[in-house]
C-alpha cells in the first residue's frame, strides 16, 4: 500500500521553529512532485509550498505568507519531504498535510493523489 505520512506537529512559542517531515511508503517518490497544505479550524484548505522533483530542477513554491519563514526540502534518498517553518505566528495554526502527484498542478491545486493524515501545529502568542 502506498502512502505518505507525516510527522513533527507540536506546540510552540510565537517565534518559535518546527521542521516537518513526510515520508512515503510503498513506492520511490524520486519523480513526484511534494506539497504541503493547511487547514486551520472554520477556513478553507489552503496551499502552504510544494517542490518540484529533482530532475526538474527542485523548484520551490509557497504562498505569500509564509515566504522568507518557511522552506520546503526533499530528500530523495529517503523519500521525505520536509517543511522547515521559522519564526512563527499564531495565524500558522493549523493542521498541515503533505501532499504528492507528478503534476505541479496537481499538487498545488489540492488535487494531487497521494495525501497525509495531517499533523497538529499550535502556535501559542
Known amino acids: 500500500q502506498v502512502r505518505v505520512v507525516e510527522s513533527g506537529g507540536g506546540l510552540v512559542q510565537a517565534g518559535g521553529s518546527l521542521r516537518l517531515s513526510c515520508a512515503a511508503l510503498?513506492?520511490?517518490?524520486?519523480?513526484?512532485?511534494w506539497g504541503w497544505f493547511r487547514q486551520a479550524p472554520g477556513k478553507e484548505r489552503e496551499f502552504v509550498a510544494a517542490?518540484?522533483?529533482?530532475?526538474?530542477?527542485?523548484?520551490?513554491y509557497y504562498v505569500d505568507s509564509v515566504k522568507g519563514r518557511f522552506t520546503i526540502s526533499r530528500d530523495d534518498a529517503k523519500n521525505t519531504v520536509y517543511l522547515q517553518m521559522n519564526s512563527l505566528k499564531p495565524e500558522d495554526t493549523a493542521v498541515y498535510y503533505c501532499?504528492?502527484?507528478?503534476?505541479?498542478?496537481?499538487?498545488?491545486?489540492?488535487?494531487?493523489?497521494?495525501w497525509g493524515q495531517g499533523t497538529q501545529v499550535t502556535v501559542s502568542s
Open positions: 501532499t504528492a502527484d507528478v503534476q505541479l498542478g496537481a499538487v498545488t491545486t489540492g488535487r494531487a493523489d497521494y
Open positions: 510503498g513506492r520511490t517518490f524520486s519523480s513526484y512532485v
Open positions: 517542490i518540484t522533483s529533482t530532475s526538474s530542477g527542485n523548484w520551490v
